[in-house]
């Protein structure tokens, strides 16, 4: 495991590598922490940590058993056993040894008195900064939310955007369509007056495009810049009593306001809603896309996935991986058919009566 250091003072710039770097990040909340994530299908830090482990060891297995030719980080504050506990513990082995470099970083970029449903919605900042911290300033960076599966690493890495921008997956949200569900700035139209409020170089009528959080991609030096200028904008936000509970409302922002220039790399990843209950639009043509984000899957396919790698059946995955189709079908991308719906939900009974059988145990 790679400790962060203390930076020092600042030597030769190093040696450009131009293989990608894929990052991918974790705050593994403290017990006494609030936080509530209805899609994580759990609750408590040990499960919930242990749940996002489950989706970065998948993630992994669509890069590595692809021979995906990119290094893999993964930014975490806390990897010790005692709050992983066994199976988080477990995780964290398999997913070092698909040479991972798992790098430790602390939460400095918290927001005070987050919502207990964003209580980690900064720390992608400090993932920014422990990951470019060393590399040089020209070097591919691909940050992603750990429920991601890398269909077409090849077709994503060839879509690094300019020196000048951050690549991220816009979000066609209508204006007003409240995201955040907390009042505040949560829609595209608000976002666009804030910018204007606060001197945007734009028009303040415009209605920005929404910013997703699940990729950002660019040089190491175009992802400093960001983490700076959010640092910033979010100080100058809160001295004006303004509350961004989320990372996206904020790089939003920073898009609204011409501070960093966002591309849009939707035409190679996509956020794809599954299952029933949900009110998205259905993505076109899906599996035409290098990388899913599939927030839905947690705790089904991609945690069926993670199962297989720790039981050691890496070739069944790697067939389904290497064929789109029978990716879309794993990942309940293409949709669900009634066998299958019964399928994932007679999964999720058969974990809770685990669960439960396993409580009961330690009672015993």
Known sequence: MHQQDNPGPIGPEPAISVRPLVVLYLYVHERAEEFVYPSARSTGTTRVASRYLECA????????????????????NDTRRETLGRRGGELIECIERHAVDVIAAPYAHRLEH??????????????????????HADRPLW???????????????????????????????????????????????????????LGSAGRGDEVPPWVGGELLAGSAAALRRLAAEAERLDTRCSQRGVALATEEELLSLLGAMGIVRFSDLSFVARRIQTGRRHEATAV?????????????????????????????????????????????????????????????????????????????????
């Open 284 to 364: 076109e043509q899906p599996l035409s896309l290098g990388l899913w984000h599939l927030p839905s899957e947690k705790g089904l396919s991609l945690r069926r996935a993670a199962d297989r790698m720790l039981r050691g059946q890496a070739d069944r995955l790697r067939a389904d991986l290497e064929d789109p189709a029978r990716a879309g079908a794993m990942f309940n991308v293409q949709g669900t058919g009634l066998p299958r719906r019964v399928r994932d939900d007679a999964w999720i009974v058969a974990q809770k009566l685990a669960m439960l059988r396993a409580r009961l145990a330690g009672r015993a």
């Open 143 to 197: 940050l992603t939310d750990l429920d991601c599966i890398w269909v077409a690493p090849e077709k994503v890495f060839a879509a690094v955007p300019s020196a000048s921008e951050v690549g991220c997956v816009f979000i066609g949200y209508p204006p007003d369509w409240d995201t955040v569900k907390l009042g505040g700035y949560g829609t595209r139209r608000r976002v666009g007056e804030l910018a204007g409020e």
């Open 57 to 76: 060891l998948a993630q992994v297995a669509s890069l590595r058993l692809r021979d995906a030719d990119c290094d893999i980080a993964l930014v975490i």
């Open 114 to 135: 987050a919502s207990p449903h964003y209580v980690a919605s900064r720390y992608v900042l400090d993932a920014i900064v422990a990951a470019t911290r060393g590399e």
